[in-house]
């Protein structure tokens, strides 16, 4: 009987282990990836559903609607990650859902985009408030983004998808 009851919780209890969230501000390996944690990904499908566990059998918390849409991933299990988005929303979705491509989102109405990372520097285009960019290189308080072909720097205050600047791919 207890080996039986063992044999029920134990893979729980270990699920429950591996599951932990980082907490904001520690820093970290993945126990199934070993890559940091927390880290930032994208969206790869249309749509994805945001479980309350990492399972097919766990309960659909949140549905993402939205292609690139970057989100942090704060946990991992089996091949599941935990993330959420830049409200918090989220849960645990299946890694086939997700892309290493690193994307931001515009958080600032009428982002310029400037020629170099520089305040004074030429304005090449201007970004609203909710758009999603493809980052590029980083330099300490600007990024490199594109949308939809036109380059240019943004304020990293401005976007939201980026902790480290120096770290950027």
């Not at 949140?62 to 990650?81: N, Q």
């Not at 988005?85 to 958080?107: C, I, P």
């Not at 400037?114 to 408030?129: D, F, L, Q, V």
């Amino acid at each position: 009987m207890i080996r039986a009851l063992l044999a029920a919780c134990l893979p729980a209890f270990l699920a429950t282990l591996a599951a932990v969230p980082v907490r904001a501000g520690e820093e970290g390996r993945g126990p199934v990836t070993n890559l940091p944690m927390p880290r930032f990904v994208s969206l790869k499908a249309d749509e994805a559903n945001a479980r309350r566990g990492p399972g097919t059998d766990h309960r659909i918390d949140w549905v993402f609607r939205r292609r690139d849409m970057p989100l942090r991933v704060i946990g991992e299990y089996s091949h599941w990650r935990r993330v959420a988005d830049r409200d918090g929303a989220g849960g645990w979705v299946h890694y086939t859902l997700l892309s290493g491509v690193r994307t931001v989102l515009v958080e600032e109405d009428l982002t310029p985009l400037r020629a170099r990372p520089e305040p004074g520097a030429p304005i090449n285009a201007y970004a609203e408030a909710g758009v999603i960019a493809r980052l590029g290189e980083c330099v300490p308080g600007w990024c490199r983004i594109s949308v939809d072909g036109t380059k240019g720097w943004a304020e990293a205050a401005a976007i939201w998808g980026e902790d480290e600047p120096a770290q950027a791919d």
